[in-house]
């Protein structure tokens, strides 16, 4: 019914617009076939969508620079009811009671229309994107016809909307998942995502864990945990590579002996959140897995137990990784701070005793950094506040720490910000924010190489290799 109403409003608009610039009696029309129409794009492509789900509005120009005016008897899409597609040309929408066509379309010399497609595309009873395509045909009063093709991919995919896990359950690679509402995995109930499988969550969707979430993904096959816009923003950017697309994976008071193997969650609101829990049991183990592109934080922990291992924590509007009390355990992992679409953003790192007392916070052989001077926050509450923590074998990008807190920093590296004014950004492969492309993998340059101690280093790296004598510091190996 909204897409209905969206076509009526725009049909309203262009009417009005035809009102105000109607013809005077000396416009003149021509039946000529050497006069033809200039459209801005021969091809609308939507890229993939899922079948029976309706895609975003893409729009093109018509454009009349012939020297006259120029009539279409017509424009109508060759196919009728066929593909799936919706048009609305100059405020006409192409519907089945007009045979999806509109008649008698004008176009004065040097003006232009506009033409609004969507598509909400059939079953196609097929495991893979099937292509969908249609032409839209301009017949000029000449008897010339032109053409713009319409064409997408349709994905078939199982639509779930507010489920809920109330057994011990599993979700196996098979066709894609989308959930709308959110996916709730009830106390006492544990859900099994296998290695190969991708959750696709509509913008209101997260998945609210209050019993255990196990995730199965291997170095070959990660799980992923991602948005349902399957199509671009614009043509250089996908709607994947854009922060906020869905609301993250939240671990409730009661949830415990979580673990994420493998995995990627990226482009969400707040990636990861921990509840405040009983501290002698682990709440989450994440391990050769990525929270990247976050709206809010990366992983943000209240007093609770957690371990981060081999993973990668990049790009928040809040905090990458924001430890709030509790037992934290970090090894061989990166938290690096570009997000690119708010100067007001979050540090790559903060762990505090404000709220909950922090027992332990442990970071070894990991690489904090990004664009700020300082990328790494300690607080504290009162002074008898407890806040233990130690770092070791790391590179960060903060102040070197004054003498009396040196034990605390054992073979650290601190950044010094005069020395990399790219904020840090000579540590990875790739730092592209023009096209919202990231490759945290360690550039030949970096100091991270070969910088880890190896008595605490992780046996493998992120794919599961057995790392080398000299291990890195960070989650990726070098690429070279």
């Not at 309706?54 to 017509?74: E, H, K, M, Q």
């Not at 097929?126 to 000029?140: R, T």
């Not at 290695?195 to 209101?204: A, L, W």
């Not at 924001?322 to 790192?349: E, M």
């Amino acid at each position: 019914m909204m897409k209905v109403k969206f076509f009526l409003f725009i049909a309203c608009a262009f009417l009005f617009g035809t009102i105000v610039t109607s013809c005077s009696e000396d416009d003149s029309f021509t039946a000529s076939p050497s006069h033809l129409l200039t459209f801005s794009t021969d091809t609308i492509k939507l890229d993939t969508v899922f079948s029976t789900v309706p895609t975003a509005t893409r729009s093109f120009w018509v454009y009349n620079r012939s020297g006259d005016g120029i009539r279409c008897t017509s424009v109508r899409l060759e196919r009728g009811n066929q593909t799936g597609f919706r048009v609305n040309v100059d405020g006409a929408y192409l519907g089945p009671t007009a045979g999806f066509q509109v008649p008698d379309i004008e176009i004065r010399d040097k003006d232009s229309i506009r033409v609004f497609v969507e598509l909400t595309s059939a079953v196609n009873n097929g495991d893979k994107p099937q292509k969908v395509d249609d032409n839209l045909i301009f017949m000029l009063e000449s008897g010339v016809q032109q053409k713009v093709n319409l064409n997408a991919y349709s994905w078939d995919a199982t639509i779930l909307r507010d489920p809920v896990v109330s057994n011990d359950s599993t979700i196996s690679a098979e066709k894609p998942l989308v959930v709308y509402g959110g996916l709730t995995v009830a106390e006492g109930a544990t859900l099994t995502i296998s290695q190969g499988s991708t959750i696709y969550f509509h913008g209101d969707a997260g998945l609210h864990v209050y019993g255990t979430l196990l995730t199965e993904g291997t170095a070959e096959n990660n799980v992923t945990l991602r948005g349902d816009r399957i199509d671009r923003m614009f043509d250089y950017l996908p709607y994947d590579r854009v922060s906020g697309q869905w609301q993250g994976v939240h671990f409730y008071e009661k949830s415990y002996n979580n673990k994420l193997l493998y995995t990627d969650i990226h482009s969400t609101f707040n990636g990861i959140v921990c509840d405040s829990a009983d501290i002698s049991k682990e709440k989450l183990l994440l391990q050769n897995s990525t929270v990247h592109n976050c709206q809010g934080h990366g992983l943000i922990a209240y007093n609770c137990l957690t371990r981060i291992y081999n993973s990668q924590l990049t790009n928040t509007l809040g905090d990458c990784l924001s430890i709030h009390g509790g037992l934290c355990d970090v090894n061989n992992t990166t938290l690096a701070q570009y997000y690119p679409f708010d100067a007001n953003r979050g540090v790559a790192l903060r762990f505090s005793a404000t709220r909950h007392p922090l027992h332990m916070f442990s970071c070894q052989n990991s690489l904090i950094t990004g664009y700020s001077d300082d990328e790494v926050m300690g607080e504290t509450g009162e002074e008898t506040t407890v806040f233990v923590y130690q770092f070791d074998h790391c590179i960060m990008r903060t102040p070197e720490v004054e003498d009396d807190m040196k034990p605390r920093f054992t073979d650290v590296i601190f950044e010094n910000p005069e020395d990399t004014i790219t904020g840090g950004k000579k540590h990875f492969a790739k730092i592209d924010i023009d096209n919202l492309y990231y490759d945290f993998h360690l550039d030949t340059i970096s100091p991270a190489i070969g910088a880890a101690n190896p008595l605490t280093a992780l046996p493998v790296d992120r794919y599961g290799r057995p790392r080398d004598d000299q291990p890195d510091i960070g989650c990726f190996e070098s690429t070279n």
